[in-house]
């Protein structure tokens, strides 16, 4: 079936880091694809997403690129702050046959470190 | 803040018991997902209306149960409750029923004793 497989957390930074959490996704159309972001004590929010390959989605200096030959989604941001810990979920979004769906990935812990 | 408010914030119940909790969707959104986060399960989807209508249902028991009321707030009614229902109910929003953005609330945690 659908679904969408990060890496497990926690992953622990030092300020100023490279990040990179990894996605992959199994669907059987071609999904819309969402990195979401949520701090502590708060609901989701979306980060960034992308719609078709080769797309490459930005916020806050986070990026992915929609990689429909390897059926990833990583996300990467190249200086991570104190500020960037939270918990992370890579989503996809597929509608087929008037059926929608948006499944989330477990989830990744990110904790930065000053 | 997202615009979506949840209550209650927190409720502790007992086994056997029946909850409702309750959503309202950003102003102008008539899409409402459900969602449950528990620490083993992730984040699981569990059912999404579309201005009054059921559109998509995921993994909700059958002891749960929803409703979207024509004012676009929704009700989640959770009965016979186990401990295992103990979790964060999340509710979110979009503008249609296909979701480019879900705005979430801030979640109701929910401790079954």
């Known amino acids: 079936g659908d679904s969408v497989t990060q890496m497990e957390g926690p992953v622990t930074l030092s300020e100023e880091a490279f990040l990179t959490i990894n996605c992959t996704y199994t669907?059987?159309?071609?999904?819309?694809l969402f990195w979401y972001v949520q701090y502590p004590g708060e609901g989701l929010q979306l980060l960034l997403k992308a719609t078709k390959a080769d797309d490459k989605g930005s916020n806050k200096g986070f990026e992915a690129t929609y990689r429909k030959e390897t059926t990833s989604f990583h996300l990467e941001k190249g200086s991570v702050q104190v500020s960037d810990s939270a918990v992370y979920f890579c989503?996809?979004?597929?509608?087929?046959?008037?059926?929608?769906?948006?499944?989330f990935g477990a989830g990744t812990r990110l904790a930065v470190h000053p | 803040d997202s615009g979506v408010t949840q209550t209650p914030k927190h409720l502790i119940t007992a086994t056997g018991q029946r909850v409702t909790l309750r959503c309202s969707p950003r102003?102008?959104?008539?899409?409402v997902y459900w969602y449950q986060q528990s620490l083993d399960q992730g984040l699981q989807f569990l059912i999404q209306?579309?201005?009054?209508?059921?559109?998509a249902k995921g993994n909700i028991l059958e002891r749960f149960s929803a409703q979207q009321f024509p004012d676009l707030h929704s009700e989640l009614n959770l009965s016979s409750l186990e401990l295992g229902d103990s979790a964060l109910y999340f509710c979110a929003s979009s503008v249609g029923i296909v979701p480019g953005e879900l705005f979430f609330g801030e979640g109701s945690r929910l401790t079954v004793l």
């Open positions: 102003s102008g959104d008539l899409s």
């Open positions: 989503a996809l979004f597929l509608f087929s046959g008037g059926y929608n769906k948006l499944i």
């Open positions: 209306y579309y201005n009054g209508e059921e559109r």
């Open positions: 669907a059987t159309g071609y999904p819309s």
